[in-house]
């Protein structure tokens, strides 16, 4: 079994504006059309069994919307995590939502939703997420598509873990993107989850080959942040680390079926 922990899709509608726009504004391609369909076709391709969908509400009552959407397409095959802004009124009220109806958890990305990671005011979000035993897939590192401001780094991402140490967070881009330096010294080694979308591409073979192996083995994920990486490429591209087969299925998917 594959599990991509770490992929994006919209309803068509938006898909067809989005995505351009979205390509347009971190100068990167697309490699499916953003739309479900898209990335169910990318999955048949690449042999993934499963993947996880990361919706981001860039405003509070886009909650609704994505909660209605997530409801639709929830599959044996996709996973969608609902997102909750920080600026919600009643976030401990939405996580009931999210549990009650039997979601895995949610995705928050700080650039897109304008926060930093171990802010107070997300206090009652994390510990309502720690209360009920909820995954938060949260964006770490700088953004491709933003300046290059500290709103996930390790040292953030350590603050959040020491206030909550039950917290089930998954620090996407291997850690931190494009910060992997930090990762290695302040976080590798931790029982932190970390899924490796859009970083291998950025590391060298050796590089890549260290910090895997500097880490524990339950703790990582297999991502592709398609439609921004090509699944197929990403699934490839780990599978050509020269790993051993059993560090290779935890990762590809013994893993992730775990947290799911």
Avoid at 22 to 35: M, N, Q, V
Avoid at 238 to 244: E, I
Wanted: aromatic residues 8%; hydrophobic residues 40%.
């Amino acid at each position: 079994m594959i599990i991509d922990f770490h992929t994006h899709a919209f309803p068509d509608r938006i898909a067809e504006r989005a995505v351009p726009a979205l390509a347009e504004e971190g100068k990167i391609p697309a490699h499916t059309d953003g739309t479900v369909d898209g990335l169910l076709r990318s999955m048949d391709m690449a042999g993934i069994e499963k993947s996880v969908i990361c919706s981001i509400a860039t405003r509070p009552e886009q909650f609704s919307a994505i909660f209605d959407w997530s409801k639709k397409i929830r599959s044996k095959r996709l996973t969608p995590l609902l997102s909750i802004h920080p600026e919600d009124p009643n976030p401990a009220e939405k996580v009931q939502v999210v549990a009650d109806h039997g979601f895995a958890g949610i995705k928050l990305h700080p650039y897109y939703q304008d926060f930093y990671l171990d802010e107070d005011r997300l206090d009652p979000l994390y510990q309502s997420l720690s209360d009920h035993g909820l995954l938060l897939v949260s964006h770490c590192g700088y953004d491709i598509a933003f300046p290059r401001e500290r709103r996930a780094d390790p040292a953030r991402i350590l603050t959040v873990m020491a206030r909550f140490p039950d917290l089930k967070l998954i620090t996407t881009h291997f850690g931190g993107w494009d910060i992997w330096d930090e990762v290695e010294e302040s976080l590798l080694g931790r029982e932190i989850y970390m899924e490796i979308s859009f970083a291998l591409s950025y590391l060298s073979r050796e590089k890549a080959v260290d910090m895997i192996g500097k880490h524990p083995a339950d703790y990582l994920l297999f991502g592709s942040d398609s439609p921004w990486e090509d699944q197929l490429a990403a699934v490839n591209q780990l599978k050509g680390l020269g790993l051993t087969e059993n560090l290779l299925k935890k990762i590809l998917g013994r893993n992730g079926a775990r947290l799911l």
